[in-house]
C-alpha cells in the first residue's frame, strides 16, 4: 500500500522560511507524480505545487510562484516544498498527495487527480 507522510510545518513570522517534506512508501518514485495541496479554515482545498512522474515538469499556483519550489530526490522518495517568503495568507494544513496515472498538465490542480493522500502537516505565518 502507498502511504505518504509530510513533515516540516511550525510557526514562522512573515518573510521566513520554511521546508516541508513528504515520505513516500512506493517501490519506484519517478513512477508516480505528486503534488502539495493546502486547506485553509472555511476554504477549499487548493493546489499549491505539482511535479511530474521523473521531476521534469513543476506547477504552481500563481500566488506562490517565485516563492515555493517544490522538488523530489529520488533516491530518498521524498518530496520537498521549500517555502521561502511566507505571508499569513499561507497559513494552512499542507498535505502531500501522490498518484502513478498518466497527469494531464493541466488537471493537476485537481485534487480527484491523487490517489494517495497524506495526513497534513499546519503551517502558520505570523504578521
Known amino acids: 500500500q502507498v502511504q505518504v507522510v509530510e513533515s516540516g510545518g511550525g510557526s514562522v513570522q512573515a518573510g521566513g522560511s520554511l521546508r516541508l517534506s513528504c515520505l513516500a512508501s512506493v517501490y519506484t518514485m519517478r513512477n508516480y507524480y505528486m503534488a502539495w495541496f493546502r486547506q485553509a479554515p472555511g476554504k477549499e482545498r487548493e493546489a499549491v505545487a505539482g511535479i511530474s512522474r521523473g521531476g521534469d515538469l513543476t506547477y504552481y499556483v500563481d500566488s506562490v510562484k517565485g516563492r515555493f519550489t517544490i522538488s523530489q530526490d529520488n533516491a530518498k522518495k521524498t518530496l520537498y516544498l521549500q517555502m521561502n517568503l511566507l505571508k499569513p495568507e499561507d497559513t494552512a494544513m499542507y498535505y502531500c498527495?501522490?498518484?502513478?496515472?498518466?497527469?494531464?498538465?493541466?488537471?493537476?490542480?485537481?485534487?480527484?487527480?491523487?490517489?494517495?493522500w497524506g495526513q497534513g502537516t499546519q503551517v502558520t505565518v505570523s504578521s
Open positions: 498527495a501522490a498518484d502513478s496515472r498518466t497527469l494531464v498538465g493541466r488537471m493537476w490542480h485537481r485534487p480527484d487527480q491523487y490517489k494517495y
